[in-house]
Nanobody, 123 residues
Framework: QKHLAESGGGLVQPGGSLRLSCAASGLSFWRFAMAWFRQAPGKEREFVGS????????TYGDSVKGRATISRDNAKNMLYLQMTGVNPDDTAVYSC????????????????WGKGTLVTVSS
């Protein structure tokens, strides 16, 4: 059974950093482009960023560009999101997703999803 599980969420101080992880199982992780999305309360799901199968190219959404770094470790079936300079607007449930293509993505093109991890940015 294909499974994605996020971890690393919690309370983060404004101006601080976050690091999220996504563990994949039951799928050929190295075959999939991976992405992070987030959904704030009362808002639509938003593209955070994506990474190609080999991890050689990344794309970021405008709201996190310059602050976010996505990486992956295909040997460990792991995906990561690091973000610096967080602010309350970054408060959301962050989800990882697997799909066939990377780039600037719509949630509708992703094949598999994790359940998400909540990040709250507050003092």
């Amino acid at each position: 059974q294909k499974h994605l599980a996020e971890s690393g969420g919690g309370l983060v101080q404004p101006g601080g950093s976050l690091r999220l992880s996504c563990a994949a199982s039951g799928l050929s992780f190295w075959r999939f482009a991976m992405a992070w999305f987030r959904q704030a309360p009362g808002k639509e799901r938003e593209f955070v960023g994506s990474i190609t199968t080999a991890g050689t190219s990344t794309t970021y959404g405008d709201s996190v560009k310059g602050r976010a770094t996505i990486s992956r470790d295909n040997a460990k079936n792991m995906l990561y999101l690091q973000m610096t300079g967080v602010n309350p607007d970054d408060t959301a449930v962050y989800s990882c997703a697997a799909g066939q293509v990377a780039g600037f993505l719509s949630p509708s093109v992703m094949n598999y999803w994790g359940k998400g991890t909540l990040v709250t940015v507050s003092s």
